[in-house]
């Protein structure tokens, strides 16, 4: 809470902005309640001045650490965020690729889109719910002052509950005719859960998954990682090696269809 505050300070956020342009001498503007950020790599944006622009631009490089997108590929970007993932997954793919982007928190949607006009992204399909094993159902969403912890579970710095409307992938393979995943990436604070049922048409297809579980929260609530890898291995995945002993990212399963 109080990183938050601060990171809303505006003598804090222009300090960052001079900060960013002496730096990386490239332009960032406020344009109403976001910060944009223009890049070589592209045109991102963030509630805040970004204080690490390489870090944050290259988030990608956690998800893609056995498989890295490339052209027509077909991608699902689960959890989508301030959306450097789905950028570059995007740029990655191509015209004749697709991204399809799902983000349950309608500030980050918001953003998503202006980052798509932003950009002129045109493979990419939005969806504004939430993952879960059945479609079009209203669950109750924890919408965090933080928006990292927002979450489908209980969550004591929730600032608010909403009613978000639920998809499955299944649904969203038949509504766009897809018949190949090439890549897959989670990161969505515990729903990954959901894989279990509903969603068995993609676990068929997917070729490729980056899964981010959260069992570095000290909560069982958010516990997936030993249960998501059973799902994998049940459906002929291969679980590749996750090298890291950082804290957060040693939870990553990256797997691949055998």
Not at 10 to 35: E, G, R
Not at 70 to 78: P, T, V, Y
Not at 98 to 121: A, C, G, M, Q, T
């Amino acid at each position: 809470m109080i990183k938050s505050i601060f990171l809303r300070n505006k003598l804090f956020h222009n300090f960052l902005a001079f900060c960013y342009l002496v730096f990386y001498k490239s332009t960032i503007k406020k344009i109403n309640d976001y910060w944009v950020h223009y890049t070589k790599k592209g045109i991102f944006i963030n509630f805040h001045p970004i204080k690490n622009l390489k870090l944050f631009v290259e988030n990608h490089k956690f998800f893609t650490e056995y498989y890295n997108p490339k052209k027509n590929d077909i991608i699902f970007d689960l959890g989508s965020g301030l959306g450097q993932e789905m950028l570059y997954f995007s740029v990655k793919s191509g015209n004749k690729g697709k991204v399809i982007s799902i983000e349950p928190d309608p500030r980050l949607y918001k953003v998503l889109k202006k980052i798509i006009f932003l950009n002129n992204l045109k493979n990419i399909k939005l969806y504004n719910k939430a993952f879960y094993y059945k479609n079009n159902e209203k669950i109750k969403f924890n919408l965090a002052d933080d928006w990292m912890e927002n979450t489908i579970n209980q969550n004591k710095d929730s600032i608010k509950f909403i009613n978000v409307k639920t998809v499955t992938l299944d649904y969203i393979i038949k509504n766009n005719k897809i018949k190949k995943i090439d890549f897959a990436k989670f990161n969505i604070e515990g729903a990954e859960k959901f894989l279990k049922k509903g969603n068995k048409k993609f676990l068929k297809i997917c070729k490729n998954l980056a899964i981010s579980c959260h069992d570095f929260i000290d909560d069982e609530k958010f516990k997936t990682f030993s249960l998501v890898k059973k799902i994998l291995l049940e459906n002929n995945f291969q679980i590749k090696k996750n090298k890291s002993k950082n804290k957060v990212y040693k939870y990553h399963i990256y797997a691949k269809k055998l």
